[in-house]
Nanobody, 118 residues
Framework: QVQLVESGGGLVQPGGSLRLSCAAS????????MNWFRQAPGKQRELVAA???????NYADSVKGRFIISRDNAKNTVYLQMNSLKPEDTAVYYC????????????WGQGTQVTVSS
């Protein structure tokens, strides 16, 4: 059983920055691939970024060069630094765990709302 708690969302103006955090329970955090997904109203949930235990990363094309995913295995926490935010980044952001890049477990946090608006 893995529990995930996201934080750090909020309202920000276009061009601004936010840093999301996801704290995970469990003693084998470092073995998981950690994923950030987002879901905008009326749209499917989509993968934003992922990071393996050793630090390798993958990003959706829409956020490359603007978002940075990182992790602190000692704190069982994964972060998503979001820069140059756009209105289309508005969504609920969710943390998720996976066994590999493509095998994702059905553990999700409650989500954190990010709203980009002037």
């Amino acid at each position: 059983q893995v529990q995930l708690v996201e934080s750090g969302g909020g309202l920000v103006q276009p061009g601004g920055s936010l840093r999301l955090s996801c704290a995970a329970s469990g003693s084998i955090f470092s073995r998981y691939v950690m994923n950030w997904f987002r879901q905008a109203p009326g749209k499917q949930r989509e993968l934003v970024a992922a990071i393996a235990g050793g630090g390798d990363t993958n990003y959706a094309d829409s956020v490359k060069g603007r978002f940075i995913i990182s992790r602190d295995n000692a704190k069982n926490t994964v972060y998503l630094q979001m820069n140059s935010l756009k209105p289309e980044d508005t969504a609920v952001y969710y943390c998720n765990v996976g066994l590999s890049w493509s095998i994702r477990l059905n553990y999700w946090g409650q989500g954190t709302q990010v709203t980009v608006s002037s």
